[in-house]
């Protein structure tokens, strides 16, 4: 028997011949572990970076978005779990395509980056570095969006040719890690604090969800550590469940809880707290920290206003806002 | 401008924009597989 221990993530799972690991996409065949799903991703679309969602890493740009099948994480409200909750055999569509086919298709369609995302791109690792080491030959940029499971070799070594992340930090509470998504919260922090340190642009989202993440004294610990941890001007994005997959005994989040774990999170002293997934929001827009001057006003994933100077600071009071323009 | 209105629009109303039809390798051809990163043998013990 020629087992492997996959070491990418914390899982380290041990894969017998034939085997497939538990995201079901890196295989081991003849020995060797395999990245089954390099070259063939199964949802390709163009997307505002909006929607990562990134609103502080070059607002209204176009992203070129691949994901495969897979992931390593089995979120019971997944939004995606047709794709990631799936081998590759089980995709309806496979395209081939390999880095070089991805960045032509990037460039010809004008776009300024590549997305890893929709499932979680770190399953299809060996392809989205290639494809990004690529991509910055080219002038494009490389965003990751992920639930940031990974141990840390590997995420460092991303860092090296990926521009920006949005992290997934699906709660500041391990039982909810273990309870809903079959993962631990300590690797999900490492990574972001290995993100911070590499110098890569970092936003994180947290999926505020009725009854099981939406406690105030959780959400004012979460918002606390960010500030410590990753700096008070990292952008969070409070997000809006709806119900999806196994988890459609819960109701929509109330936009009442949203407004509340907003507030904490601004108490909490962080400068730039969003809420995603109501369309229209007051707080989908970027305010100047100093004199609440709005500097981006978005509607749903669309920049109507863009009021930043050419060097990133407000046009009234000329404070400096954090990203990257 | 307008196109990026355009792609929001759009993206807000189907979730986002195919583009499969896009990728020049669409063309059917097979890939070689390719061999993963951190990975090791796993020694059993005893």
């Not at chain 1, 060996?126 to 990751?144: C, M, P, Q, R, W």
Request: hydrophobic share 35%.
């Amino acid at each position: 028997m020629r087992d492997v221990t996959c070491e990418l993530c914390p899982r380290y799972c041990t894969i017998p011949e034939g085997g497939a690991g538990d995201c079901r996409v890196r295989v081991n065949i003849d020995g060797k572990l395999v990245a089954t799903t390099y070259g063939r991703p199964s949802s390709v679309h163009i997307d505002p970076v909006e929607k990562k969602p990134l609103y502080h890493f070059h607002p209204g740009s176009a992203v070129f978005s691949i994901a495969t099948a897979g992931c390593n994480l089995h979120c019971r409200n997944c939004q995606n779990w047709q794709l990631s909750q799936r081998g590759g055999e089980e995709m309806e569509r496979i395209y081939r395509a390999e880095p070089k086919d991805v960045v032509d298709a990037a460039l010809t369609e004008n776009c300024h980056s590549i997305a890893y995302t929709y499932s979680d791109p770190i399953i299809f690792y060996e392809y989205v570095y290639d494809t990004s080491a690529l991509a910055h030959d080219h002038g494009l940029k490389n965003i990751f969006v992920t639930a940031g499971y990974i141990n840390e070799k590997p995420m460092r070594r991303l860092c090296r040719v990926i521009d920006a992340t949005n992290i997934d930090l699906k709660a500041f509470d391990d039982g909810f890690y273990r309870r809903n998504c079959s993962g631990s919260l300590k690797p999900v922090l490492d990574a972001m604090v290995i993100a911070r340190e590499e110098g890569v642009w970092l936003e994180v989202t947290n999926l505020v969800i009725p009854t099981l993440n939406d406690d105030m004294a959780t959400v004012r610990r979460m918002a606390h550590w960010i500030r410590e941890n990753l700096g008070e001007e990292t952008p969070l994005h409070f997000s809006r469940f709806t119900p999806h997959y196994q988890m459609r005994n819960l109701p929509p989040t109330p936009v009442e809880s949203l407004h509340r774990v907003w507030n904490e999170a601004r108490d909490a002293g962080l400068k730039y707290v969003y809420v995603g997934n109501i369309f229209g929001h007051k707080s989908e827009s970027t305010y100047c920290p100093n004199d609440n001057t709005r500097l981006i006003h978005r509607v749903g994933f669309s920049v109507e206003e863009y009021n930043l100077t050419r060097d990133g600071r407000c046009p009234v009071c000329r404070q400096s806002v954090s990203g990257v323009w | 401008m307008m196109r990026r209105r355009f792609l929001a629009l759009l993206a807000v109303v189907s979730g986002s924009l195919l583009t499969g039809k896009n990728i020049p390798a669409a063309r059917q051809r097979e890939l070689s597989l390719h061999e993963a990163d951190f990975y090791k043998p796993h020694d059993l013990a005893g």
